[in-house]
């Protein structure tokens, strides 16, 4: 049955091109390797989680200090999903300057860009769930951001808080997404990126590449799990030197002196603090139009014009450039700070 799944989602012999580290870096096996692995640890995590104020925070202190490997299940969780969201962002890059995302190829861009969407949702809703200081205020923030969306932004804070501010019916919408909606629909969502991947005639190789052919089982196989291997040793030793934040139980009374939002929506917080929010928000929502527009421009060369290019190179600096800026150059009550 395993040989059967296997060879649906692999032909039996590939072009020897495409085991070329180079061409992909590795990057979408790495993100369905971390995705696999979110989902093991969130399944353990959960049978000690409770998902109500109070005890939500006690049951993650609990976690960290004395279950057999909570810390460390607790740990990989945490920092496989913030790597995971770098991955992808490299993994994107990737495919765009290798000009991998036009037809036959659009769907698993389209299929991608949903992914990405998930991935950012399990990192905000999972983000909540400690109910901690940090986060309850970093959400608080990150979901009045959504208020300046223009008509639709404060019916849809409402729904996603389950109210007008963040409280037990929040940290249950929030559970109930993280556990049981976003892991049904990644595992959907993968399923029909990876066939889009078979359909479209695999990984997208270079017109002068040789012909020679070579067996997946175990040319590409064992790269495969070389590499695997790789990766889980670097986010395991990672997980074992690094604790996952806790800070004190929240507090909706008592405000922190500096609030930041989730740092992959830091940029959003820092365009907000430069600009006028209704112009701010303009900003991502071009950026999103953009990802979804760009299988339409220069598909009749199959490679995307120098103006995309500049343009792609501009959002990245700029989203790059408030992400370290609300990062490490923002200090108490959010006054610019050197970080030396
Ligand atoms: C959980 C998320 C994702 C997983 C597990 C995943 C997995 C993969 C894998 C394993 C490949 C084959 C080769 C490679 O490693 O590049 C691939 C290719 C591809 N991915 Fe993803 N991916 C994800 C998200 C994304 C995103 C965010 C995009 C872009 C919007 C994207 C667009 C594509 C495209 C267009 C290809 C075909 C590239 C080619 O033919 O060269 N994927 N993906």
């Known amino acids: ?200 005639g695999g990984v997208l190789l270079e017109k002068k590449s040789s012909r020679k052919m070579l067996p997946v089982v175990p040319d590409l196989l064992v790269r495969e799990c070389a590499f695997m291997a790789v990766v889980s040793c670097f986010l395991m030793l990672f997980a074992m030197s690094f604790d996952a934040p806790l800070t004190g139980m929240a507090n909706p009374v008592m405000t922190p002196e500096t609030v930041k939002a989730p740092w992959y929506f830091l940029w959003l917080q820092e365009l907000l603090l430069h600009m006028q929010p209704v112009l701010a928000m303009c900003v991502p929502l071009a950026f999103a139009l953009f990802l979804l527009l760009l299988p339409l421009w220069g598909r009749k060369t199959a490679r995307s014009p120098r103006a995309v290019q500049l343009l792609m190179l501009g959002f990245l600096l700029v989203i790059t450039g408030l992400t370290f800026t609300g990062f490490f150059f923002r200090g108490s009550g959010m006054q610019l700070v050197l970080p030396w």
């Open 1 to 200: 049955m395993l040989n059967n799944f296997f060879f649906h989602i692999r032909p039996a012999k590939i072009q020897a091109e495409a085991l070329r580290f180079r061409l992909t870096y590795g990057l979408g096996g790495a993100a369905a390797l971390m995705v696999s692995l979110q989902l093991f640890t969130g399944l353990l995590l959960n049978f000690a989680y409770e998902p109500v104020p109070v005890q939500a925070y006690l049951s993650v202190q609990h976690i960290s200090s004395d279950l057999l490997l909570g810390p460390l299940i607790r740990n990989l969780h945490h920092w496989t999903g913030h790597f995971l969201v770098i991955v992808l962002w490299l993994h994107l890059l990737r495919v765009f300057f290798s000009n991998a995302y036009f037809s036959p190829r659009c769907r698993t861009w389209y299929s991608g860009l949903f992914l990405l969407l998930l991935v950012l949702m399990a990192n905000f809703t999972g983000y909540l769930l400690p109910w901690d200081q940090l986060a309850f205020w970093a959400v608080t923030i990150a979901a009045s951001m959504l208020s300046y969306i223009p008509v639709i932004g404060s019916p849809l804070q409402t729904l996603i808080l389950g109210g007008s501010e963040v409280s037990g019916a929040t940290l249950h919408v929030f559970y109930s997404f993280h556990t049981m909606l976003l892991p049904t629909m990644f595992l959907i969502a993968m399923s029909y990126h990876f066939w889009r991947i078979r359909k479209s």
